[in-house]
């Protein structure tokens, strides 16, 4: 009898629950009609920027190895066009795919 087994948990599954639960709770959700009063708005405003760089600090240095991995790839398609096509096809498959 096969149960769960111990595996660690992958970033991508992180990513993929986290996305799902977003969508889940987008768009199956009521209407929520709320009012902001004028002090809370600054506060409310002055956070979802903090909440925006952070982010972007955040997916600058994940994507960082990602984008010299891909440039990598793209000087090696000038070096071998005729191979590298085919190998990179395969590659971005794997990864977006896989």
Same mark, same amino acid.
């Given at each position: 009898?096969?149960?769960?087994?111990?595996?660690?948990?992958?970033?991508?599954?992180?990513?993929?629950? &986290?996305?799902?639960?977003?969508?889940?709770? #987008?768009?199956?959700?009521? =209407? /929520? *009609? /709320? *009012?902001?009063?004028?002090? #809370?708005?600054?506060?409310? @405003?002055?956070?979802?920027?903090?909440?925006?760089?952070? #982010? /972007?600090? =955040?997916?600058?240095? @994940?994507?960082?190895?990602? =984008?010299? @991995?891909?440039?990598?790839?793209?000087?090696?398609?000038?070096? *071998?066009?005729?191979?590298?096509?085919?190998?990179?096809?395969?590659?971005? &498959? /794997?990864?977006?795919?896989?």
């Amino acid at each position: 009898m096969k149960h769960c087994v111990n595996r660690s948990v992958r970033p991508r599954d992180i990513l993929k629950i &986290s996305l799902y639960s977003w969508v889940i709770w #987008t768009f199956f959700s009521d =209407f /929520a *009609y /709320a *009012y902001i009063d004028p002090g #809370t708005s600054g506060f409310v @405003f002055s956070f979802l920027g903090q909440i925006l760089a952070v #982010t /972007a600090v =955040f997916l600058g240095v @994940f994507f960082r190895p990602v =984008f010299r @991995f891909m440039k990598y790839l793209l000087g090696k398609i000038k070096e *071998y066009p005729k191979i590298s096509i085919p190998v990179l096809i395969v590659i971005l &498959s /794997a990864i977006l795919f896989g």
